[in-house]
């Protein structure tokens, strides 16, 4: 399995059949549940063998499990793709930009030594997920423009919104994005919270000639990653308004309805 593939994480009834005891459980455990009628929720849990209480990414499961266990529900991992749901590969990705690979060194299709070739210097990607709506990518990549093998010392960054079947892709001429990222301190202490359980997901990945890595972060509440949130929004739209583009509209305001504090100035 990929280790991006959501699963499903459903309470499961002790008796088959959900008991009083255990709705109420429910009702602590999930906010929209617990603002509904009792008996509406009785009646409809009662219908079905479990209830799914998140779709999330594989090594968030954990959390949502424990997180269950102390309301008192038992909770199962449902190790099966979510169709539709899956991520977007950087194979996909590199298809898009029209590239021999999604990595540092690699070039434009067909162009690789020849004149006016140009050579990946950087890239990141962000990788949105949203628990019930397909994932869309935003990213950059950053090519040094090259002549029979030599540099010609200029840089060219091209920002893209992706999914599985297309980018719309702009020529920048900065990227907010790595300009933030650069002042992040990843390592910050914060304060533990009840996280929701549904909402979006990130997946961070960069690769330049010094360094590469990936992280991750889901429904942050801490101003430092929130801020990010709102820079990728940013740079998100920034691209569809360069390239005229109202294809990823709906991504757009699908993120913004997940989470309404980026889409504040």
Same mark, same amino acid.
């Given at each position: 399995? +990929? +280790?991006?593939?959501?699963?499903?994480?459903?309470? @499961?009834?002790?008796?088959?059949?959900?008991?009083? $005891?255990?709705?109420? =459980? #429910?009702?602590?455990?999930?906010?929209?549940?617990?603002?509904?009628?009792?008996? $509406?929720?009785? @009646?409809?849990?009662?219908?079905?063998?479990?209830?799914?209480? &998140?779709?999330?990414?594989?090594? !968030? =499961?954990?959390?949502?499990?424990?997180?269950?266990? @102390? &309301?008192?529900?038992? &909770?199962?991992?449902?190790?099966?793709? %979510?169709?539709?749901? /899956?991520?977007?590969?950087?194979?996909?990705?590199?298809?898009? #930009?029209?590239?021999?690979?999604?990595?540092?060194?690699?070039?434009?299709?067909?162009?690789?030594? $020849?004149?006016?070739?140009?050579?990946?210097?950087?890239?990141?990607? %962000? +990788?949105?997920?949203?628990?019930?709506?397909?994932?869309?990518?935003? /990213?950059?990549?950053?090519?040094?423009? @090259?002549?029979?093998?030599? +540099?010609?010392?200029?840089?060219?960054?091209?920002?893209?919104?992706?999914? !599985?079947?297309?980018?719309?892709? =702009? %020529?920048?001429?900065?990227?907010?994005?790595?300009?933030?990222?650069?002042?992040?301190?990843?390592?910050?202490?914060?304060?533990?919270?009840?996280?929701?359980?549904?909402?979006?997901?990130?997946?961070?990945?960069?690769?330049?000639?010094?360094?590469?890595?990936?992280?991750?972060?889901?429904?942050?509440?801490?101003?430092?990653?929130?801020? #990010?949130?709102?820079? #990728?929004?940013?740079?998100?739209?920034?691209?569809?308004?360069?390239?005229?583009?109202?294809?990823?509209?709906?991504?757009?305001?699908?993120?913004?309805?997940?989470? $309404? =504090?980026?889409? !504040? !100035?």
């Amino acid at each position: 399995m +990929s +280790s991006l593939t959501r699963v499903r994480v459903v309470a @499961r009834w002790r008796e088959g059949r959900a008991s009083h $005891e255990e709705v109420l =459980a #429910l009702r602590r455990f999930l906010p929209d549940v617990r603002d509904r009628p009792l008996v $509406e929720v009785l @009646r409809e849990v009662q219908a079905v063998p479990d209830w799914v209480l &998140a779709v999330c990414h594989p090594l !968030e =499961a954990r959390r949502v499990c424990e997180l269950a266990q @102390r &309301a008192g529900l038992i &909770a199962i991992v449902e190790d099966i793709p %979510v169709d539709g749901l /899956g991520p977007v590969f950087n194979e996909q990705l590199a298809r898009h #930009l029209n590239l021999t690979a999604l990595s540092v060194g690699s070039g434009r299709q067909g162009a690789v030594g $020849e004149p006016g070739a140009s050579c990946v210097l950087a890239w990141w990607t %962000v +990788s949105v997920l949203p628990s019930f709506h397909p994932a869309w990518v935003v /990213g950059a990549v950053h090519e040094e423009e @090259r002549r029979s093998g030599l +540099s010609l010392d200029r840089v060219t960054t091209r920002g893209f919104i992706a999914d !599985e079947n297309g980018a719309d892709i =702009a %020529v920048l001429e900065t990227d907010e994005v790595s300009d933030t990222f650069g002042t992040l301190n990843l390592f910050q202490v914060t304060p533990e919270y009840m996280a929701a359980l549904d909402g979006l997901g990130y997946r961070f990945q960069w690769s330049n000639w010094a360094t590469e890595g990936t992280f991750r972060f889901s429904n942050p509440r801490g101003d430092w990653l929130v801020e #990010l949130e709102r820079v #990728l929004f940013r740079f998100a739209r920034q691209i569809a308004s360069t390239a005229k583009s109202d294809r990823f509209a709906d991504q757009l305001r699908c993120w913004g309805g997940y989470r $309404e =504090a980026i889409t !504040e !100035e």
